[in-house]
């Protein structure tokens, strides 16, 4: 029998679990955003022909929950990328810049991180006017920081390494020892930490909308879609709570695993496991 | 045209002990000098000193009366003890090598550098074939002085004796001065004119 080691099995795991997500992505893309209802197949149950159950409306809970979910993926993606290059150049200039400069980073981390997360992100998108642009600048305003820290330690440690050094004594500038020898060690750090800031943020975006300071009511949002749900919910309507919310989490702990098994395949110290 | 240390104190730190004390040394362009001591006396403290590496507390390290050049490529120039933390352990050995300067064709046959190693990544290498790559890297920045912190401890004796006949003959080639730290009286007796030992001198 041929025998597959961990790190192998952890690479395929990957893999899947990635494809899994676009295909989730790709299909939620591909629903038209006024997929209509009609009337006479509202509130019903879940069946075969509606595996989800439709909503009040008449509408197809299975769909909006796919294009809810997609539309959570792409205000996930962007803000966690945004976040995740702000936490680099933060980092960097921490750990690199003057003493002022770094306590004054770490300063202002601690606040950030001294406010509950929600409470500012509503804060934020509340006054840039809600919708898309203002619940993606505050998820990406609020989930810098702790991989802004990672970095600043991680270029600190690096730069008292003794091949740092040397490339100072060999006549290399600050700005050329910075793009040769630290950036490229950052990337698996910041990869992994780009994966792991995205659960956060679609959790965020989802809460954000479910409380009425996120996206608008028309866009078929996961926090939209539990936020319709609790109106009914009285009226022993369980589906439309229950089978979206557990999407949402059930996605949102495989994002999570994706970003465990890529630290596992990329960090350096867990490589050899 | 000299390397010297003037009156040089130094420690790690406002509460902790002197390692250096009022130490003065000096070594002329050419010239070749052995530091020995036993462990704990600050012969690698000295090292880093006299290559810029550290300031230090009192005194100051003077190369051709000037301070040592704080930009540009240093010509002092100090190998480490531990090859494998002197090299950036994600770069192969040719980008290593070639941070100094061009590759020299000549270098690379002098320490028995075969041209298969120069694609590889550091730890796919020995700890003393590494270590040639740092004395190569070292030489090839066209240093005036070269500083060797045990630089031949965990080598064999083949290799040890390879790797100084290269470091002499480069030496002699360049007119360039040599101080080198190491626990081995026979090895300080043989490369070097003359020994100073940290632990009679400075304490």
């Known amino acids: ?26 299909f939620g893309m591909l629903i038209p955003d006024d997929a209509a209802g009609s009337f006479l197949h509202a509130k019903q149950p879940p069946s075969l022909a509606h595996p989800f159950g439709t909503d009040a409306l008449g509408r197809d ?114 700005r050329w020892i910075l793009a040769h020898h630290l950036l490229p060690h950052l990337g698996p750090q910041f990869f992994v930490g780009l994966v792991l800031m995205f659960p956060h943020a679609i959790l965020h975006e989802a809460s954000v909308s479910f409380l009425g300071f996120g996206l608008p009511p028309e866009q078929p949002a996961i926090g939209m879609i539990l936020s319709e749900s609790m109106r009914y919910i009285g009226a022993g309507m369980w589906w439309p709570a229950v089978l979206p919310g557990l999407t949402l989490v059930l996605i949102v702990l495989l994002i999570d695993k994706l970003g465990d098994n890529l630290r596992m395949v990329m960090d350096p110290y867990s490589a050899q496991e | 045209m000299a390397l010297e240390a003037k009156n040089v104190f130094f420690r790690y730190g406002r509460k902790q002990p002197w390692i250096l004390e009022d130490c003065t040394l000096k070594i002329d362009k050419g010239e070749r000098l052995a530091v020995s001591a036993p462990s704990g006396y600050g012969k690698t403290t000295l090292a880093l000193l006299l290559a810029g590496y550290l300031k230090p507390a009192k005194g100051e390290i003077l190369l051709d009366d000037k301070p040592l050049p704080t930009k540009g490529i240093c010509p002092v120039q100090l190998i480490f003890q531990h090859p494998e933390k002197a090299i950036n352990p994600r770069w192969r050995l040719r980008r290593v090598l070639e941070e100094s300067g061009k590759l020299r064709e000549d270098m690379l046959d002098a320490f028995g550098i075969e041209r298969a190693w120069l694609d590889r990544f550091p730890r796919e290498l020995s700890g003393g074939e590494l270590q040639r790559f740092c004395v190569a890297r070292a030489l090839m920045s066209g240093a005036d002085y070269l500083i060797c912190d045990e630089i031949s401890t965990m080598l064999d004796v083949i290799t040890q004796a390879q790797i100084w006949n290269v470091v002499l003959a480069e030496a002699e080639k360049h007119n360039m001065g040599i101080i080198a730290v190491t626990h081995n009286q026979h090895l300080a007796a043989r490369i070097a004119a003359r020994t100073i030992d940290l632990s009679e001198n400075f304490k």
């Open chain 1, 61 to 174: 809970l299975l769909l909006r929950t796919f294009k809810g979910m997609s539309v959570s993926m792409t205000v996930g993606t962007a803000a966690s990328a945004i976040s995740a290059v702000f936490a680099v150049f933060v980092g960097v200039a921490a750990a690199a810049g003057s003493k002022r400069v770094d306590a004054f980073i770490n300063w202002v981390i601690d606040i950030v991180m001294g406010v509950p997360h929600t409470i500012l992100v509503i804060l934020i998108s509340f006054a840039m006017g809600r919708g898309l642009k203002g619940l993606l600048v505050g998820i990406a305003a609020t989930h810098w920081c702790s991989l802004a820290r990672l970095i600043r330690g991680e270029v600190l440690q690096l730069r008292s390494m003794q091949y740092v050094a040397v490339s100072r004594k060999l006549g290399k500038s600050g």
């Open chain 1, 1 to 26: 029998m041929r025998k597959v080691n961990r790190r192998t099995k952890v690479v395929i795991l990957t893999v899947f679990m990635m494809v899994i997500l676009i295909a989730i992505y790709a």
